[in-house]
């Protein structure tokens, strides 16, 4: 359990939600009438420290669940060799569009973002 600062612009929500971060990936499928997210995975990615240290494998990690977002998109993309990954703004950082040019020039698939960045 973690208490983290929320940062929505909504004036409805708390200062402050408490609970667990989760990420997930999924495909947008449907029809035009009707979109849905079929799920592919989801995971707990913040508290995930000490988790990690139990794996034997020498396989290295993130702890920045931005960069882990990018990560499983990768994942997801190898298996169709390409998407496009929808995300909310919070997502737009440095250390995620470092991991995505990254990926880009390593990994098997492609992966492009799109979402809507904020304007000051």
């Given amino acids: ?24 990936i999924g495909i947008l499928a449907g029809t035009p009438q009707k979109w849905f997210c079929l799920p592919l995975f989801m995971n707990l990615q913040d508290g995930v420290k000490a988790i990690f240290g139990w794996a034997d494998d020498a396989e290295e990690r993130q702890f920045f669940h931005v960069v882990q977002m990018i990560d499983q998109a990768f994942a997801a993309a190898r ?5 496009l990954l929808l995300l909310d703004r919070y997502f737009l950082s440095i250390p995620a569009l470092q991991r995505l040019t990254e990926k880009n ?11 809507k960045a904020k304007l000051l």
């Fill in 1 to 24: 359990m973690k208490k983290l600062h929320q940062e929505s612009e909504n004036v409805s929500k708390g200062e402050y939600i408490v609970g667990h971060l989760f990420g997930a």
């Fill in 105 to 115: 020039r390593t990994a098997d698939g492609r992966l492009q973002i799109v979402t």
């Fill in 79 to 83: 298996t169709f060799g390409g998407a």
